[in-house]
């Protein structure tokens, strides 16, 4: 009789012992694929305002490093084309803007779309999840290409407005 009560005391112990084994996988596990077709694309600059970027070379060498953001496959390629943006954008800041966009707004959306970038760039340094901060990203290019529009479609002469 002990044996039999020992042996069920011995029993009943390891069962409520044991620890609970997770039964899930962790969400956070980051893919190693990027599928692009998602993302939005590049916003339409007018063309009088392409005009005046064509002979920017620092905004084309952006443009194109922007442009192998849609070719990317995987983190590492993500990681470079990110590398190639911000040496680019860099360059465009240290380079004498044309006459027309040497304005705030224009300087103001470039520090923002770096902002974004140095975001992607951080995402992948901790291996986050890029999707949200690549399309942070994507818009915030947008608002600079589109700024462009807005600078050249802006008919208000602002010799009117300040007393110069």
């Known amino acids: 009789m002990r044996r039999f009560f020992f042996s069920w005391v011995l029993l009943v112990s390891l069962v409520a012992c044991r ?3 997770p039964k899930t996988v962790a969400n956070n596990l980051v893919s190693f694929e990027i599928i692009t077709e998602n993302w939005p694309k590049k916003s339409k600059v007018n063309s009088q ?3 005046i970027l064509g002979d920017w070379t620092e905004y084309k060498a952006l443009e194109t490093s922007f442009d192998a953001l849609y070719t990317v496959e995987n983190r590492e390629d993500l990681s470079l084309v990110i590398d190639g943006l911000i040496e680019k954008e860099k360059e465009l800041t240290k380079s004498e803007y044309p006459v027309r966009f040497n304005v705030p707004q224009i300087k103001g959306r470039q520090k ?6 140095l975001k992607v760039k951080g995402d992948l340094f901790y291996r986050l999840d890029t ?3 690549v399309l942070e990203m994507i818009k915030a290019y947008n608002a600079f290409r589109s700024q462009f529009n807005v600078i050249i479609n802006n008919t208000l002469d602002m010799k009117l407005i300040l007393d110069e």
Do not use: G
Not at 112 to 117: D, L, Q, R
């Open 19 to 21: 620890q609970e084994q």
């Open 49 to 51: 305002a392409q005009a």
């Open 112 to 117: 923002t779309f770096k902002t974004f970038v």
């Open 131 to 133: 999707e949200q901060s």
